[in-house]
Every structure is written in structure tokens, then in C-alpha cells.
């Protein structure tokens, strides 16, 4: 266990191991995509209050799913590449987030769009929209930081402080419906408890949260790799495979 | 569903469900995109830098 965590943390044996899985992450998510959106959209029986519109369900809630997710992969990798000064781990965090912060921006918009039909309003200033706009901001922040500071290690560090600072808003997004009066409705899918969702409605949103991990892991791989060759580039294995491509 | 035009209305929402779908998928194909082409132009800078160190 050990060895195999030390060699993910050498670039190079990184950068082929992810080459490696990259196909399968981009295969399974496109399977579990297309099951997920034909059961979503055509055999989900229409909601009884929402009617139709319920759909929207199926990329809001995994694209929501995701901004939380992915923020706290960039701050577990920050913390690791703060403490532990592993490259590989400040490379996963900067990756990271721009995919978090297309999600969270996804997320708010097809919420948006969620709103206008059933609230009668685009938006409203309630604790479960702000604190996921709040999110966007971080990551932004964040994106911001990393451009900013020239020197990649002053970079990765005041990111990584800005990450772990910016987890506090993790559970207090998860909470807002419960901690707060809030239009949005509560959880739909809880880990502990009984789902409050009927089967049929269930699996395609369960496929859907699914697909979009795959795509994300497919995603940060890809983009790790090109950091990878990037940051290694006077290294003799870089050099070569450069030859060779 | 139990057919296309009913798939295509929606129940009345289509241009909220529609909508969401579709920048749904630009946001994925934006997010594709973005790392192939970033690829794309490490590799042509690292490969001038090689070709360019052999030739010194």
C-alpha cells in the first residue's frame, strides 16, 4: 500500500498509471451517462407536484453534488501537499479547480432554471443559494491565486490556505436547508435514512451522480497529465517521451 | 414518456428542462475541450524545446 502510494507520487509513474485510466473513468462515464439520461428523461414517471419540470433533477443535483465533491478533493490534496510537500498532490488541487468551479456555476444556473417555474423566481438571496454561490467565489479565488503568484511553490501554498479556510463553507451549504427557512427543498437522496424519492426516480439520478464523478476523475487526470509534462519538463523520461510522441 | 412530442414538450416546461440540458452539455464538452487542447500546445512547446537543445 505504501510503495504503490509512493509511486502515484512520482510524476512520472503518475503519468502513466492515469494514461492508463483514463479510458476506462471516460467509457464508464459515458455508459452511465446515456442510462442515466434515457432513464431520467423518458422512463422517470413525472413528478406529482413538479409534473415534467422535475427533471431538471438529473444535472442539477449531481452538478451540485460535484462543486461540494470536488472542493473538498482540493482541500484533502492541499492539505497533503502542504504537509506532506508531495508535488503530485499540489498538481490534483489546481486541477481540480476549474472543473469545480464549472459545476458549481452549472449548478446555480440550473437551479436558476429550476426556480423560475416553481418559485415563480430566478433567485433569492436564501442561505442555500448564497453559501453555493459563495463556493463559486472560492473557487474563483482560488483560480485567481494560482494565476497571480509566478512562483509555483508560493502559489500552491496560498491556494492551498485559501482551500482549507474556504471548507468551512462545505457543511454549512449541505445544512442550510436544515439550519435555515429556506426555499429550496431538502436533501432528496441521504446516505443514512430512507430516501425520500421513488425507485424509478431514484436510479438515474444515482447513475447520473455516478457519470459525473467518472467525468471528473477522467477530467483531472487529463489535466494533471499536461501539468505533469509541464512542471517535469527537464527531466530525461519527459524529454524522451516528447521524441516519441 | 409515452411519446416524442410529449418527450419534446416536456409537460409544458420544455424551455426550462431544455435549457438546463443543454448548458449542462457545454459545460461538459467546454470541460473536454479545454484539457485536449491545453495537451495539445505543452506538447508542440516541449517538442521545439527537445528539437531545439539537439540541434545546439
Known sequence: MWTFIHRLASPKHFYHLAGRMIPWFAWGCALLMVAGLIGGLWFAPPDYQQGDGFRIIYVH?????MSLFIYAVMAGASAVGIIWKIKMADIIAACSAPIGASFTFL????????GKPMWGTYWVWDARLTSELILLFLYL?????????EDRQNAARASAVLALVGVINLPIIHYSVVWWNTLHQGATVSVFGKDDIATSMLIPLLLMGLAFTLFYATIVLMRARTAVLEQERRSQWVRELIKSL | MSSWSE?????????????SYGLAMVVLVANVIAPWRARKQVVRMLHR??????TK
Open chain 1, 61 to 65: 443535483v449531481p452538478a451540485a453534488w
Open chain 1, 141 to 149: 479565488g482560488y483560480m485567481g491565486l494560482q494565476a497571480a503568484i
Open chain 1, 107 to 114: 449548478a446555480l444556473v440550473t437551479g436558476s432554471l429550476w
Open chain 2, 49 to 54: 524545446r527537445v528539437r531545439r537543445e539537439e
Open chain 2, 7 to 19: 418527450f419534446i414538450h416536456m409537460g409544458g416546461y420544455a424551455f426550462y428542462v431544455w435549457t
